[in-house]
């Protein structure tokens, strides 16, 4: 990401206006409102994301910004943005509607609408727009759930809310085409966690759709690798659909389901035994669901090339 400002980069008596102008020019037009003499520290960065702008502000200082229905006449581009608390409470209100976000929750507002953020205390915020176009919602999904906080308890939330933390962490570490990929699971993932809270999901176009099972598929099978018994057949009725449609699924990611299950069991197995130890492989195995000694080590070669107990004592993943 890009820098915009970092107030302990300045002397103290330029930090305001330095501050409003990032804020009013860069990232809006927007309106921003201070105390005059409260001590302004804070950074703001900003990055993109294949077609999702990205930034991060971090800030001990209250304040507010509004975006009034002058500045809008002013210059209106065409966004949705979502704002993830990453730390303290922002209030974001619009519509009619105002919520005080907690840590690890999102709320979606409309930039071609009136709105206000402000912050009593110290935040850190992870703040991303999105081409309306893009989001593929109904403009009147978002104007019924503007300004309302989507968690990570279940359902996409669970999903979107790490990858978007994580998003604004990293997000510069990404090659140019794991960045675009990357930028079209954070959109379908926001808008399924959007249409999931308005009960939509049908509204959502069907390769949206689609993608977005196969990150919630990815996301069950992670989460139970250690049991034997996962199959196509548990996967499948967890959420919902035929085995068969699971398979098609799998299909455009050129795998299988039971491949992928196999291949996830023997990179958690291996990621162990690369970091050393003296425990014994059979007990990495069958902690990872592969109980069958002498299956496992055959996989294991077949994959990597040697056998488990000389890949951990080459270290080989390094």
Known sequence: MTVLIRTSDLPAQRRHDAWKTIVCDTLGPLDLRIDPDAPLRGEIEMGRLGSVGVGRVRTSTPHSVHRTAGLIRRDNPDLYRVVLAISGSPRLAQDGRATQLSRGEFAIY???????????????????????????????????????????????????????????????????????????????????????????????????????????????????LGDPDL??????????????????LFEAENTTVAAWIRQRRLERCRAELARGGDEPVSAIAARWGLPDSAHFSRLFRRAYGMPPAEYRRTGAVR
């Open 110 to 224: 409309d930039f071609t609408r009136p709105y206000e953020l402000a912050y009593d205390s110290a935040v850190q915020l992870a703040v991303f727009s999105f081409p309306r176009d893009l989001l593929a919602l109904p403009i009147d999904a978002v104007a019924t759930l503007s300004a309302l906080p989507i968690g990570a308890e279940s359902g996409a939330g669970a999903l979107a809310v790490p990858l978007l933390r994580r998003v604004a962490t990293d997000h510069e570490t990404y090659a140019p085409g794991s960045a675009a990929r990357l930028s079209a699971v954070v959109t379908d993932l926001v808008g399924a966690a959007v249409a999931e809270r308005l009960e939509l999901a049908r509204a959502l176009p069907a390769d949206s759709r689609q993608r977005t099972l196969l990150l919630r598929v990815h996301a069950f099978i992670e989460e139970r």
């Open 231 to 248: 199959d196509p057949g548990q996967v499948a009725a967890a959420h919902h659909v035929s085995v068969r449609y699971l398979h098609r």
